[in-house]
């Protein structure tokens, strides 16, 4: 255990013990790892976390409960919530983000536009609720009526 003195001198000396209970123990170190993951994180991880989040929060602001749990779960299905995700990589057609969507420019964009570009898709392809909302059950019906997921 490290002291300052009176005078401003930095001594060692051997921990006394520790008094605290085995829950409060087990908080701190659930806090000191905690704390180190995030610190090893990388930046750009640490950013597509957060990124995530915030589309996560504005799917839930603009989409009654069972249009948010349809949506969730064709994001689950098409990239397991990873933004930079690409599939049919052998196929003639890549697909890219979020939706799994053709358009190249979701190479590079963020998740949130992602969100629109697919909120715009779904209104047209599978029109609105009767809350004025892109149908996502009815996409997310489809996609399991095809077979691709």
């Given at each position: 255990?490290?002291?300052?003195?009176?005078?401003?001198?930095?001594?060692?000396?051997?921990?006394?013990?520790?008094?605290?209970?085995?829950?409060?123990?087990?908080?701190?170190?659930a806090?000191?790892?905690?704390?180190?993951?995030?610190?090893?994180?990388?930046?750009?991880?640490?950013?597509?976390?957060?990124?995530?989040?915030?589309?996560?929060?504005?799917?839930?602001?603009?989409?009654?409960?069972?249009?948010?749990?349809?949506?969730?779960?064709?994001?689950?299905?098409?990239?397991?919530?990873?933004?930079?995700?690409?599939?049919?990589?052998?196929?003639?057609?890549?697909?890219?983000?979020?939706?799994?969507?053709?358009?190249?420019s979701?190479?590079?964009?963020?998740?949130?536009?992602?969100?629109?570009?697919?909120?715009?898709?779904?209104?047209?392809?599978?029109?609105?609720?009767?809350?004025?909302?892109?149908?996502y059950?009815?996409?997310?019906?489809?996609?399991?009526?095809?077979?691709?997921?």
């Amino acid at each position: 255990m490290n002291v300052i003195d009176t005078h401003g001198t930095l001594s060692a000396r051997a921990h006394q013990g520790l008094n605290a209970s085995p829950i409060g123990l087990a908080r701190v170190v659930a806090l000191a790892i905690g704390i180190s993951l995030s610190m090893a994180m990388p930046l750009d991880a640490q950013a597509s976390d957060l990124a995530i989040k915030q589309l996560k929060q504005l799917a839930n602001y603009q989409l009654t409960d069972k249009q948010y749990a349809c949506h969730n779960e064709i994001v689950h299905r098409e990239s397991r919530w990873n933004y930079k995700a690409v599939g049919n990589k052998f196929g003639t057609k890549q697909v890219y983000g979020l939706y799994q969507m053709k358009s190249e420019s979701l190479k590079k964009s963020t998740p949130i536009k992602q969100f629109w570009m697919y909120w715009h898709y779904v209104a047209h392809r599978y029109g609105h609720t009767e809350y004025d909302e892109p149908n996502y059950c009815g996409a997310l019906h489809h996609l399991k009526t095809k077979g691709w997921q």
